[in-house]
């Protein structure tokens, strides 16, 4: 009896993880991976409180603020270590191509210094402390997407070139809920 538990048990693990795999980076949206890219990690969570950057980060007393909008939804997150032999601006592009073909509203998008510190991306925006880089070499979009069968779906993308020469892109893609959505000028310890 044991034996046929653990069987069960076994096959439906692998038909889950097998259909995670299919539903790659961009979770509702049909969004491939980049070509020979590691994926440094890849998550969904139902996230209650997501915060879409739609400015850079400052530091103002001490407290890092940005122009943000809080929603929630199903929120896929993929980390892609690239190829050494591409940059942040290729793998950015790479993705943005792949989302405008969707109907779309640009919420905000910078590149170099214009997006601030990485430090503040990598840190107190997406929590992955393989995203701080060379302030130079960095890429921010955040989207509003509407794909066919209504749901709202907001995109942010981030890529960076390290220190170390290494190529990062964080992609998260966010199928919202509905309920949350607002503009704020939020700050963060």
């Known amino acids: 009896m044991g034996l046929i538990r653990f069987s069960l048990w076994l096959l439906l693990s692998l038909s889950w993880v097998a259909t995670q795999a299919q539903e790659g980076p961009g979770g509702p949206l049909q969004l491939n991976d980049f070509p020979g890219a590691s994926i440094e990690s890849r998550s969904q969570t139902d996230e209650r409180d997501y915060v879409v950057a739609l400015g850079n980060y400052r530091k103002v007393r001490g407290l890092w603020r940005v122009e943000e909008l809080r929603t929630s939804g199903e929120l896929t997150r993929t980390t892609y270590r690239l190829p050494s032999n591409h940059s942040a601006h290729e793998g950015f592009d790479f993705f943005a191509r792949q989302i405008e073909q969707y109907p779309l509203r640009e919420l905000y998008v910078c590149q170099s210094r214009d997006c601030g510190e990485s430090n ?37 993308l981030y890529a960076v070139l390290r220190g170390n020469k290494r190529v990062y892109v964080q992609l998260e893609v966010l199928a919202s809920d509905g309920s949350g959505a607002g503009i704020a000028d939020g700050s963060q310890e």
């Open 120 to 156: 503040s991306w990598a840190n107190n925006h997406f929590g992955v402390y393989q995203l701080y880089g060379l302030d130079q070499y960095q890429y921010y979009g955040a989207y509003e997407l509407s794909p066919p069968g209504g749901e709202t779906v907001y995109v942010t």
